[in-house]
């Protein structure tokens, strides 16, 4: 299994430009995100496909539904050997308890990660749906939440990172979207950081996606971003 911190997002349409970006890139010093485009065209062989080639995978389906049926399919997920899977923290404790209870805490199981906000949500957005309070405040609510009912961790901005480092301690994992290597574009994502900011703010996994997948050099863009991290 990779010990690497970068976690590379095949945000793609079709299973063959999957393969063929994994293919420039190495195992050992990278895991792979498979996400709800590519999974629902290409389904559970791309994720087979992947682990042939030693890749650890993250399923990002972000489930989110009554708790019997996001209990089943995250057993449906553990079934496949995926490394890491998540859920909606929005969908409350029953569904989170119910996730955890589903895929079991052995040692083999995946990590099992909670959605809090996502990163393209700015506070005009979290203001319109109708939420209380702020941002910040509500990424505690919900990770608080996620951590007493057996989530391993959550997904959050590196911006919540140091917050939730220092409630929830070392051991509850901080997997960080929205990583921009500096002088990358923003894309759609609204609350960002550098992979040395995110992982100094104390974030343990960082997704990353078009930086390194739209590189000349995939591979070269990825030795870059470790040689930042140090």
Not at 157 to 165: D, F, G, N, Q, V
């Amino acid at each position: 299994m990779s010990q690497s911190k970068i976690i590379v997002a095949l945000d793609y349409p079709d299973a063959n430009a999957a393969l063929n970006m994994a293919d420039q890139l190495d195992p050992s010093r990278c895991r792979l995100k498979i996400g709800k485009e590519l999974f629902t065209r290409s389904g559970p062989e791309i994720v087979k496909m992947l682990q042939q080639k030693d890749f650890d995978i993250f399923l990002d389906l972000k489930y989110h539904d009554i708790p019997n049926t996001v209990a089943k399919a995250c057993a449906a997920a553990a079934d496949l050997g995926v490394w890491m899977m998540n859920v909606h923290t929005l969908g409350g404790p029953a569904m989170i308890s119910a996730a955890r209870e589903a895929i079991g805490s052995h040692h083999d199981a995946p990590l099992l990660i909670g959605v809090t906000l996502l990163t393209s949500m700015d506070q005009q957005t979290f203001d319109a749906i109708g939420l209380q309070g702020t941002i910040p405040e509500t990424v505690l609510r919900l990770a608080v939440m996620a951590a007493d009912n057996g989530l391993d961790g959550v997904v959050c901005s590196a911006h919540e990172t140091a917050m939730l480092k220092a409630e929830l301690g070392n051991q509850f994992q901080l997997v960080t979207p929205g990583i921009r290597p500096a002088g990358s574009a923003k894309g759609d994502q609204h609350r960002i950081m550098t992979p040395a900011q995110a992982i100094q703010a104390g974030s343990h996994y960082l997704v990353i996606g078009r930086p390194i997948t739209a590189a000349a050099d995939p591979m070269q863009k990825l030795i870059e971003i470790e040689n930042d991290l140090g």
